[in-house]
């Protein structure tokens, strides 16, 4: 009996028997993120310095805004300056602080379970809430993509693709070539994502 299949490729296993050439192990790679040499502390965040920046946030918010309001119903001229003035410092001064304490204030703006629960913050970045406050951190390891030297990194949801995962990431090489889902235990699989981003005003 003559044989033409040819099997190639990593990760295949060829069993030769009685009826010709199998192919077996095609079993779906994968990696597995959540393990303490994957693990990457970026920051603790005190309890108090926290509370510090959400006091300074909302002060930056409130004293424009009471200034405003005051001249603006002429009570007490406070500041009597133009309105842009009060837009402009008003945004400086509020993308300053969010861009300065971005993680602060994601953390302002979502309910962090405790560890060893966690939640996606932004980018790469998780955090749990700890007893003395909060730790940011990652999780990142070695693209299992075919001959790629790159590393796998969470990131932010695609806004189209709908598969079921509890996390994405790319790899910093390959980019959305090397995307992987990941599952509520944190074990990456390469798939295939539809990153485009949604064009405003549509639903698909
Ligand atoms: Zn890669």
Same mark, same amino acid.
């Given at each position: 009996?003559?044989?033409?299949?040819?099997?190639?490729?990593?990760?295949?296993?060829?069993?030769?028997?009685?009826?010709?050439?199998?192919?077996?192990?095609?079993?779906?790679?994968?990696?597995?993120?959540? !393990?303490?040499?994957?693990?990457?502390?970026?920051?603790?965040?005190?309890? $108090?310095?926290?509370?510090?920046?959400? !006091?300074?946030?909302?002060?930056?918010?409130? &004293?424009?805004? #009471?200034?405003?309001?005051? +001249?603006? #119903?002429?009570? *007490?001229?406070?500041?009597? #300056?133009?309105?842009?003035?009060? &837009?402009?410092?008003?945004?400086?001064?509020?993308?300053?602080?969010?861009? !300065?304490?971005?993680?602060?204030?994601?953390?302002?703006?979502?309910?962090? /379970?405790?560890?060893?629960?966690?939640?996606?913050?932004?980018? +790469?970045? #998780?955090?749990?809430?700890? $007893?003395?406050?909060?730790?940011?951190?990652?999780?990142?390891?070695?693209?299992?993509?075919?001959?790629?030297?790159?590393?796998?990194?969470?990131? $932010? /949801? /695609?806004?189209?693709?709908?598969?079921?995962? *509890?996390?994405?990431?790319?790899?910093?090489?390959?980019?959305?070539? *090397?995307?992987?889902?990941? +599952?509520?235990?944190?074990?990456?699989?390469?798939? *295939?994502?539809?990153?485009?981003?949604? $064009?405003?005003?549509?639903?698909?």
């Amino acid at each position: 009996m003559e044989i033409k299949q040819t099997n190639q490729g990593k990760n295949q296993t060829v069993i030769n028997n009685e009826s010709g050439v199998v192919n077996i192990g095609n079993v779906q790679r994968y990696v597995d993120l959540q !393990v303490p040499e994957s693990r990457h502390d970026l920051k603790q965040i005190s309890s $108090e310095f926290q509370g510090k920046f959400i !006091v300074g946030f909302v002060l930056s918010i409130a &004293v424009p805004t #009471l200034g405003l309001f005051a +001249d603006l #119903l002429a009570i *007490h001229p406070v500041f009597d #300056l133009p309105f842009w003035v009060y &837009v402009g410092v008003f945004s400086v001064v509020f993308i300053a602080i969010v861009s !300065v304490y971005f993680d602060n204030y994601k953390i302002f703006n979502s309910d962090v /379970p405790d560890a060893p629960s966690f939640s996606h913050l932004h980018n +790469d970045r #998780l955090v749990s809430r700890t $007893e003395n406050g909060y730790v940011v951190f990652t999780y990142s390891c070695g693209c299992i993509y075919p001959n790629c030297q790159g590393v796998i990194k969470i990131s $932010e /949801p /695609p806004e189209r693709y709908n598969g079921n995962y *509890h996390l994405f990431a790319k790899c910093n090489v390959g980019g959305e070539q *090397h995307s992987y889902g990941l +599952d509520c235990n944190l074990v990456a699989y390469p798939v *295939h994502i539809d990153w485009r981003v949604r $064009e405003p005003g549509k639903n698909s």
